[in-house]
């Protein structure tokens, strides 16, 4: 059976990308600028909706970096950021010189918990006598986050919004897109997420003048003279016209693409609804809709998988997602805070079925590199983290695939 693999979201070239990235060689725009990166903006644009701006980018880290800049955060600053995420929603952070607030996360989307929101602007103003200079909720898994109160919140103490929306590209929260409620939305289109460029993101932005500067940041800050003549520090941040060729192919299967991970994850979701000890990640309410970029589940832990005593006895080699060469050799086989053994069981036995798997995003106030951190928790993300899994979702999975999965998961468990 197993004779092909399994991955968790492999790019799939199924518009006219290549259309648009001929008509780059063919007309020499090969460079960040030229007709397919003004196309595709544009396409985001109708995405996005006619009040936003958006700015094409090398990367979603590069627009997550650059909306900190605009909001004017620098050293000494802090911005409350979920801490259930992967590090590119706090990585930046630091780049600025400025400090990651960490908060934990609700039951109910797994994403940032209002309450413990408002609790740590409080607390930090009381602490440190200022108020955080952003916040950053962002769509876990696609998973839209309780974003009208964390609004109402921003507002309140007159913070502004960043949405990463990154793995939330077309997840709607009452009907409207994420990243079009707060001041500033983070798109990827990295090599594995609900659409690509190969390597690339976006920035939306507020209006034309916000688009503007966030360009002028993104192509090395220049001023208007004859030669180079620079009065701010800027970064080599837009997208190529190569790339963006790509990314106006995509768009035209977006909707396609994320159809095709809703009616995986209903697969899913059908299947574990008659397994006792998994549980499925689903919508908490019909306001949410989820892309369901990728599908995730939780496994109790009194839920027996074959081999669960041997699930930590050898030591991984390369990275999460089977980055070669882009890791270096672990010096432990366990750490501190790590999924369950049957969680790992499950990991092991799917990776030999020829299925990825994944564990959940380690929650960033349990990373080493933010030992020093100020974090406001609640257990919730840590106790997720312990029990949960990523399934395969993207467009090459076949409904034979997810059957298949399925079967495997059933499989390994011990009743
Ligand atoms: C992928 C991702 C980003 C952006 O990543 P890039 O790979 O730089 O495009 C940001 N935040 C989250 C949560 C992500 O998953």
Not at 27 to 49: H, I, K
Request: with cysteine; net charge negative.
């Amino acid at each position: 059976m197993a004779s092909k693999r399994i991955y968790l979201c492999l790019a799939h070239m199924s518009g006219n990308e290549q259309k648009y990235i001929q008509e780059a060689f063919y007309t020499n725009w090969v460079v960040p600028l030229g007709p397919n990166v003004d196309g595709f903006e544009q396409d985001l644009q109708l995405f996005a909706g006619e009040n936003k701006h958006v700015v094409a980018l090398s990367s979603g880290t590069a627009a997550v970096h650059l909306a900190l800049v605009a909001c004017g955060v620098g050293p000494g600053d802090e911005v409350c950021v979920q801490s259930f995420t992967f590090c590119a929603s706090s990585h930046p952070i630091t780049y600025v010189g400025a400090t990651p607030v960490f908060i934990d996360s609700e039951r109910d989307s797994w994403n940032m918990d209002p309450a413990l929101l408002e609790q740590a602007i409080l607390d930090r103003k009381a602490q440190t006598g200022r108020y955080p200079k952003a916040i950053i909720p962002v769509a876990l898994y696609g998973m839209p986050y309780r974003i009208e109160e964390i609004i109402a919140i921003g507002d309140r103490y007159d913070i502004p919004v960043i949405e990463d929306a990154a793995e939330g590209l077309g997840s709607r929260y009452k009907g409207q897109v994420l990243g079009t409620f707060g001041r500033y939305g983070v798109l990827s289109f990295n090599g594995n997420k609900m659409i690509t460029t190969s390597g690339g993101g976006a920035l939306i932005c507020p209006d034309e003048e916000a688009k503007r500067k966030i360009m002028w940041y993104a192509t090395q800050a220049r001023e208007a003279y004859a030669y180079y003549q620079h009065e701010a520090i800027g970064y080599n941040y837009r997208m190529s016209n190569i790339c963006a060729g790509i990314g106006r192919g995509q768009m035209t299967v977006l909707n396609d693409h994320i159809r095709h991970h809703q009616h995986i994850a209903r697969l899913y979701q059908e299947a574990f609804a008659h397994i006792d000890g998994i549980t499925f990640h689903a919508v908490p309410s019909p306001d949410y809709e989820s892309n369901y970029w990728l599908s995730t589940i939780e496994l109790d832990e009194s839920l027996k998988v074959a081999n669960q005593e041997e699930a930590y006895s050898i030591a991984i080699q390369g990275a999460v997602g089977g980055a070669a060469g882009v890791t270096r050799q672990s010096q432990t086989i366990r750490t501190e805070c790590q999924p369950n053994d049957n969680v790992e069981a499950l990991r092991i036995a799917l990776d030999k079925a020829g299925i990825e798997s994944r564990p959940l995003w380690k929650p960033m106030h349990k990373q080493p590199v933010y030992r020093n951190a100020p974090a406001y928790t609640n257990g919730v993300s840590e106790s997720i983290f312990l029990r949960g899994l990523c399934l395969p979702s993207g467009p090459m999975v076949s409904d034979e695939d997810a059957a298949y999965i399925i079967q495997s998961i059933q499989q390994s468990i011990i009743r």
